[in-house]
């Protein structure tokens, strides 16, 4: 099984992001798994030595990714077509930056293997969700086809943190970037197409299994987490603690302490948006050369 990683871009928050991610990879891989990381800045992964894959990717290659649409996130897509293409015997596993592995992954193992598709968890039938992308998306495509699948009231919307694909459903990902290309050239509104052209194209193949009980997805607590991990690499660099050392404080988290989610008082944003964009930090004061 392969463990992907996709970075692009110089915030080293999402690089930082994808470290930790990979520690706790590391930490439940079994011997026959690989963890592989596309990535556009591939020297930022030299510490793990040959502990993982790296396949570089620059700005070019990129944009051609984007597509005719020039969609930011048919990047995902096409990343994992590569590594398929390069490892066509092995299952991927692929995780956003933001993820972390927390219990043991035999049955996704098995699963993969067995022909089963996994998506991180089901968040419902689009006709039924909430936001207000995903009621202008229904909006949109009620009753339309996009590669031939009709999007009705049992079309689902799955969370893509994780995204699970068996060998012999590799076409699935063909699949996904004509649906992706398709509601792009109809105009659909393009924050969540990937995700939903991933709902759509694996459970083509596979009736889609959530796997969120074997990997945490803090996209609803980034803050917090993003600190506490700066402050785990910090110390663990200035320690000078080697990979093992690592991968040994890893095992030892108690990941249930720290929320994935937390709902943000709209009140509190407004004000801290407000207050950040009315005291600004006036006459900075700079050393001489």
């Excluded at 993969?112 to 936001?131: I, R, T």
């Excluded at 031939?148 to 012999?168: Q, Y």
């Excluded at 596979?206 to 980034?222: E, M, Q, R």
Aim: glycine share 6%; with cysteine; charged share 25%.
């Amino acid at each position: 099984m392969n463990i992907v990683y996709l970075v692009f871009g110089n915030n080293l928050n999402n690089y930082q992001q994808v470290y930790f991610s990979m520690y706790t990879a590391l930490a439940q891989k079994n011997s026959e798994d690989r963890i592989v990381v596309v990535a556009e800045d591939a020297s930022l992964f030299r510490s793990f030595g040959d502990r993982i894959d790296v396949i570089a990717i620059d700005r070019t290659r990129i944009k051609e990714w984007e597509g005719e649409h020039q969609f930011f996130w048919r990047v995902k897509i096409k990343a994992l077509q590569l590594v398929a293409e390069k490892y066509p015997s092995d299952a991927i596993l692929y995780l956003d930056g933001d993820t972390f592995i927390y219990n043991a992954m035999d049955s996704l193992r098995t699963g993969m293997k067995n022909g089963q598709n996994y998506m991180h968890l089901e968040e419902g039938k689009l006709s039924a969700l909430s936001s207000k992308t995903e009621k202008l998306m229904w909006k949109q495509m009620r009753g339309k086809s996009y590669s031939n699948i009709k999007i009705d009231s049992n079309s689902t919307m799955w969370n893509a943190g994780l995204i699970g694909v068996a060998p012999r459903h590799f076409a699935c990902l063909d699949l996904t970037l004509k649906i992706n290309d398709a509601m792009c050239a109809d105009g659909v509104t393009r924050r969540l197409i990937e995700q939903f052209a991933f709902s759509l194209g694996l459970n083509e193949f596979s009736k889609l299994k959530p796997a969120d009980h074997i990997v945490g997805h803090y996209w609803g607590n980034k803050a917090e987490w993003n600190q506490i991990i700066s402050q785990f690499l910090k110390e663990s660099f200035m320690k000078n603690n080697s990979l093992d050392e690592i991968i040994e404080k890893v095992k030892q988290m108690d990941f249930s302490s720290i929320p994935i989610k937390v709902k943000e008082s709209s009140t509190q944003r407004k004000l801290k948006n407000f207050v950040d964009g009315f005291y600004k930090n006036k006459k900075p004061v700079f050393v001489k050369r």
